[in-house]
């Protein structure tokens, strides 16, 4: 492109779209003005000389539209798009062969309308409101070449005047109206954009997220779980006595069990779309089974939320968990109950019990609370010393 147009001058993609939408309605005004224009030349008194010359300035404005102006507006030019020296020397053209059409037969004067609005597709405008402004004034030139008095001349100054500002104006408030339309275009294109680019972040750190949630339910399940088999089987290895032995392989298929239990639990809870709703009772019926804990629903049960199912299933787990590490043999109870608004659960225990607000390092029950919380819901440990533990939660349903 030449650098007649500065980089900031050049109209954008969209502007040439928003121009050219109309162009093929100017180029039928064009082809029916021209063809009025050369009847109402060959209707005067004119010798016929004089006809054929103007015949052939007309279709010599034609001919230098189709071979230039019409590639300039219509082509997306990789070359020659609004190419600055191009564009002036369409218009020179235009102003040269219109003179010489003037010149020749004055009656050729309505010509100048669809002459002047094509112009305005032509960028940069300065040098197109020039060209239009000498066209405007064409009918005072073709007046003094008649040689009519100067009071005619005089006469056609107001009409050229009002006919130059009224095309300038018409001119420029359209370029306006389509750079603004451009404007709102590309802001709006921006505005997609920038959402297109939140909703992607959004998806990847809630991606992230979910890969991380489930390498930690994996790593309090599965892994654990397998870890224990392991050193159970190592110790059964080892064992001395055949009773030993025993104990320690009905402890590996114990172990083994819940751990199945918890993988099925938690894939069952997993396994939904965001909009689905899940089942809990049968998942954890199936881990108070496997860890030897009673069961009990009070309620009418009812599909919840995959991530509450999910922390339900993962409460249980953790809780009985403890129970198996802090008070092996006592007895278990697992209670699910479904309320107006919300769903509670509840695992006691009759061991040894504990202080709840001693220090401990582990993560289980503030893993669990987090949770739990993170839903809106509340969490309670009660338990002392010699009278047992109860984990109670409650969350909206």
């Known amino acids: 492109m030449s650098d007649d147009v500065p980089l900031a001058k050049r109209p954008h993609p969209m502007s040439r779209h928003a121009w050219n939408r109309g162009f093929r309605y100017w180029e039928w005004f064009f082809a029916v003005s021209t063809t009025a224009v050369a009847a109402l030349v060959?209707?005067?008194?004119?010798?016929?000389?004089?006809?054929?010359?103007?015949s052939a300035w007309i279709a010599a404005l034609v001919v230098w539209y189709l071979v230039l102006g019409r590639r300039l507006i219509t082509v997306d030019l990789g070359v020659a798009e609004m190419d600055g020296r191009l564009a002036h020397v369409y218009r020179l053209g235009v102003l040269a062969l219109f003179?010489?059409?003037?010149?020749?037969?004055?009656?050729?004067?309505?010509?100048?309308?669809?002459?002047?609005?094509?112009?305005?597709?032509?960028?940069?405008?300065?040098?197109?409101?020039?060209?239009?402004?000498?066209?405007?004034?064409?009918?005072?030139?073709?007046?003094?070449?008649?040689?009519?008095?100067?009071?005619?001349?005089?006469w056609a100054?107001?009409?050229?005047?009002?006919?130059?500002?009224?095309?300038?104006?018409?001119?420029?408030?359209?370029?306006?109206?389509?750079?603004q339309s451009v404007d709102r275009y590309l802001l709006i294109d921006e505005l997609e954009r920038s959402r297109s680019e939140v909703a992607r972040l959004s998806r990847e750190a809630g991606a992230a997220a979910e890969r991380q949630r489930l390498g930690a339910e994996l790593h309090d399940t599965v892994t654990q779980g397998l870890s224990s088999i392991i050193m159970l089987a190592q110790a059964a290895r080892t064992a001395a006595e055949e009773r030993g032995r025993e104990e320690h392989l009905r402890l590996i298929e114990r172990t083994a069990r819940a751990n199945l239990a918890e993988a099925r639990a938690m894939v069952g809870a997993l396994a939904v779309g965001e909009d689905a709703a899940v089942q809990v009772e049968a998942s954890l019926a199936e881990l108070a089974g496997a860890a030897g804990a009673g069961f009990a629903v009070e309620g009418e049960?009812?599909?919840?939320?995959?991530a509450t199912a999910v922390m339900l299933v993962r409460a249980v787990q953790e809780a009985l968990r403890n129970v198996e590490k802090h008070a092996a043999g006592a007895a278990v109870r697992v209670r699910l109950a479904y309320?107006?608004?919300?769903?509670?659960?509840?695992?006691?225990?009759?061991?040894?019990?504990?202080?709840?607000?001693?220090?401990?390092?582990?993560?289980?029950?503030?893993?669990?609370?987090?949770?739990?919380?993170?839903?809106?819901?509340?969490?309670?440990?009660?338990?002392?010393?010699?009278?047992?533990?109860?984990?109670?939660?409650?969350?909206?349903a």
């Open 42 to 54: 060959w209707s005067g008194d004119d010798p016929v000389g004089t006809d054929l010359a103007a």
């Open 99 to 154: 003179l010489a059409l003037i010149l020749t037969d004055p009656e050729a004067m309505p010509l100048l309308a669809p002459l002047i609005s094509h112009l305005f597709w032509l960028v940069p405008l300065r040098p197109t409101i020039v060209v239009v402004v000498a066209l405007s004034f064409m009918p005072v030139l073709g007046r003094v070449v008649a040689g009519e008095s100067l009071s005619a001349v005089l």
């Open 157 to 179: 100054v107001p009409a050229s005047a009002v006919i130059a500002l009224a095309s300038v104006a018409v001119g420029v408030f359209i370029h306006r109206v389509i750079d």
């Open 301 to 306: 049960p009812r599909p919840l939320r995959p």
């Open 339 to 396: 309320r107006d608004s919300a769903v509670a659960v509840s695992v006691a225990d009759d061991g040894p019990g504990f202080d709840p607000e001693a220090p401990s390092s582990g993560f289980g029950l503030r893993g669990t609370r987090n949770r739990v919380v993170g839903l809106g819901g509340t969490f309670t440990v009660d338990s002392a010393p010699g009278r047992g533990a109860t984990v109670r939660l409650e969350v909206p």
